[in-house]
């Protein structure tokens, strides 16, 4: 089997392996790898794979396998908050629409709105009248 040359593998690999390599060459006998070598592989994994990552770190592949099940139910990802959200007259369907709105301006100004059998319309002057003119 034809050894992986150093140039073939991601540099992102180089730490990782240099980190593991020296906490193997420190220990006796067989130890469990650490939490936090543990850690950098499976973000290794979730970016190039659990095959590639287990193979140039010189892991079991269904160890790494199972931490990064493991992690991915303990930790779901946080969700992004929209930017923007565009809301169409059409997708109203209740004679008295209600909503909650929450907006928060660059400086740290923040507006929460609760509003009932309000239309669309409505909607566009409120956010003008808090952002100055500038919706």
Known sequence: MRRRQSADVPR??????????????????RKRLPR??????????????????ARILGLKYASLRKHLAAESEQDPPPR??????EVLPGGVLSPFPECTIEWEEGDGVTMRMHLKGIGVGDLVSFARAFRGGRA
């Open 12 to 29: 992102a690999f180089d730490l990782a392996r240099r980190e593991i390599g020296q906490w193997r060459r420190r220990q006796s006998g």
């Open 36 to 53: 936090e070598l543990w850690a950098k592989a499976v973000t290794l994994a979730r970016e190039y794979g659990i095959n590639q990552t």
């Open 80 to 85: 992004a908050k929209p930017d923007f959200i």
